[in-house]
C-alpha cells in the first residue's frame, strides 16, 4: 500500500513540477569525515575589507557601432528557447534532505550533461523589485561560468561567463535564454580595461560563484586570485550582435559572442582596495567566492563570502551596504567601505544569504552532501538528518552552489552543480545525484 501511495505523490509531483526529493539510495559512508566540529562556531569579527569602483566608459559609442542592436529586457524573455524540465530520480537524489525542497528543476539535455560550463549562481526579479516582477516577468537568473584551466585544461574560454535567463512567469513551464558576460577593452591584454576606445568587447572572466541583482543592476563574483571582486552588469544595457559566428567581439561581419545572440556588457566593476586577493589565505585579502543580496538591513546590502577547501583555512563574511547612486553600493568618491566583516570556522562556503542578522552558509563536500549552516554572533545551527553520509549534518544538496532570496515570494533558491556523470564517476564510490535549480520556503531555515 505505501509503494502504491508513493507512486501516486510522485505522478502528482510530476504534474504540478513539484520535484521532493525521494527516498536516498545508499552508497558507502564516507571513509574521512569532511565536517569540522567547530563549524557551528558563532561568528566573530574580522577586519574590514574595502572596494574601490571603476565606472565603464564610452558604452554609448560601442552602441552605436553597426552590427549591435540595444534590446529590451522583454525581447531576451521573449526568446527564451530552452525549456526546463521535471527531473529524473537521480537528479533527485541529489536535492536536500532537509530542509527538503518544495520545488526543483532541471536542465535541457545540453545543459545537463557539458562539464565544460558548469552552473554556479542564483538570484531573482525577488531581488530586483519589491514586486518581485521585472517588467511583466517573474525571473530567475541562473550564473554559470566555463571550466578553469584546473578543470579542463588550458583554454581561451576558461572562466567566461554566461547566465541564464528563465522565465518563471508562469512556474508550470518556464523556459530560459542565454545571455554572454562581456567586458570592454582597449586593445590591451589589461582584463580590466574600461575604455570602449577601440569599440570592442572581451569575455567578461568570472567564476559565477554568486549573484545579486538589485533595481537593474546584476552584481556577479569574479575569479579568484585576481584584483577584481565584484563585476557589474544592467538590465537597461542589454546588446544583440548580428554575427552567429564562433568569435567575439569585433568581426568582419559587426560583433560576435561565439554563437550566442545577446550580450551583457560590463558597466563598471569593484576591485580589492588591498589589492591582488589570496585564496591561499584567510589573513590576506580576501576572494569572494559567492555573493547575494540582504534586504533585511536598512540600508539593503551585499553579502559576501569566501571559500577554501583546506581545512585549516576558514572562509570570511563580509557586508557592503547599498544606496549609492543608480543601486550601486554606498561610497565615498570610488571608496566602498565594509559595513561588517566577519570569521567563520567553514571552509568550503558555496553560497551565502543573510537575513535579520543571522547568516546562512552552504558548504559542499567531495564526497558527501553538503551542510547548511545558520551563524549569529552568539550561536551556530545546522539542521540534522539520517543520512548515508559521515556525520549528521550532511543533509544539504549534493554539490551544493550559491543562494538566494525571493523577498516577493518567500522562497530560497539554490542549485547543484555536478551532472549525473561526474557524480557517478568522479569519486571512489559513485553518487547519485545532478544537477537541479532547486528552492523551499525560507521559514525551514535553520
Not at 558548504?363 to 538528518?385: I, K, Q, R, V, Y
Request: charged share 15%.
Amino acid at each position: 500500500m505505501r509503494k502504491h501511495v508513493a507512486r501516486l505523490a510522485m505522478i502528482l509531483l510530476f504534474l504540478t513540477m513539484a520535484a521532493v526529493p525521494p527516498a536516498y539510495a545508499v552508497p558507502k559512508a564516507d571513509p574521512v569525515p569532511m565536517a569540522d566540529p567547530g563549524y557551528g562556531t558563532p561568528l566573530v569579527s574580522a577586519p574590514a575589507a574595502g572596494l574601490v569602483w571603476h565606472p565603464t566608459t564610452g558604452l554609448s559609442t560601442l552602441k552605436a557601432q553597426a552590427g549591435l542592436t540595444q534590446v529590451g529586457f522583454g525581447d531576451v524573455m521573449g526568446s527564451a528557447n530552452h525549456p526546463m524540465r521535471g527531473c529524473d530520480a537521480t537528479e533527485r537524489a541529489g536535492l536536500p534532505i532537509a530542509p527538503a525542497a518544495t520545488v526543483a528543476w532541471c536542465w535541457d539535455t545540453g545543459d545537463a550533461t557539458t562539464e565544460t560550463w558548469i552552473p554556479q549562481s542564483v538570484t531573482t526579479s525577488g531581488d530586483a523589485d519589491d514586486d518581485g516582477l521585472w517588467g511583466a516577468h517573474s525571473v530567475i537568473l541562473s550564473g554559470w561560468n566555463h571550466c578553469n584551466s584546473g578543470e579542463c585544461g588550458p583554454h581561451p574560454r576558461n572562466n567566461d561567463a554566461r547566465v541564464a535567463f528563465i522565465d518563471y512567469t508562469n512556474p508550470a513551464a518556464p523556459r530560459y535564454r542565454w545571455a554572454y558576460l562581456v567586458a570592454p577593452t582597449d586593445g590591451t591584454a589589461n582584463p580590466n580595461a574600461t575604455s570602449y576606445a577601440n569599440r570592442d568587447f572581451g569575455p567578461a572572466k568570472a567564476h559565477m560563484g554568486g549573484m545579486a541583482w538589485y533595481g537593474d543592476k546584476l552584481y556577479v563574483s569574479a575569479t579568484g586570485n585576481n584584483s577584481t571582486a565584484i563585476r557589474v552588469f544592467s538590465m537597461q544595457e542589454i546588446l544583440q550582435v548580428n554575427d552567429g559566428g564562433s568569435a567575439i567581439g569585433r568581426t568582419s561581419a559587426g560583433y560576435a559572442a561565439y554563437g550566442y545572440q545577446y550580450v551583457l556588457p560590463e558597466i563598471g566593476y569593484y576591485s580589492y582596495r588591498g589589492g591582488t586577493c589570496d585564496m591561499s589565505s584567510d589573513t590576506g585579502v580576501p576572494c569572494f567566492s559567492t555573493i547575494s543580496l540582504d534586504r533585511s538591513t536598512s540600508p539593503d546590502s551585499i553579502v559576501a563570502g569566501e571559500y577554501f577547501n583546506v581545512p585549516t583555512l576558514h572562509g570570511r563574511l563580509y557586508r557592503y551596504n547599498l544606496g549609492g547612486a543608480n543601486f550601486l553600493l554606498a561610497a565615498s568618491g570610488s571608496n566602498v567601505a565594509s559595513a561588517q566583516s566577519y570569521r567563520t570556522r567553514v571552509g568550503n562556503i558555496q553560497g551565502v544569504l543573510a537575513w535579520n542578522g543571522t547568516w546562512y552558509l552552504a558548504h559542499s563536500s567531495a564526497d558527501a552532501a553538503g551542510e547548511l549552516w545558520a551563524l549569529t554572533t552568539s550561536s551556530g545551527a545546522s539542521p540534522t538528518c539520517a543520512n548515508p553520509w559521515s556525520t549528521v549534518h550532511e543533509c544539504w544538496g549534493m554539490h551544493p552552489e550559491s543562494l538566494t532570496y525571493n523577498y516577493a515570494t518567500g522562497m530560497v533558491w539554490s542549485m547543484t552543480e555536478w551532472t549525473k556523470h561526474q557524480c557517478a564517476t568522479e569519486r571512489p564510490t559513485p553518487q547519485s545525484c545532478g544537477r537541479a535549480l532547486f528552492g523551499l520556503p525560507r521559514t525551514r531555515l535553520p
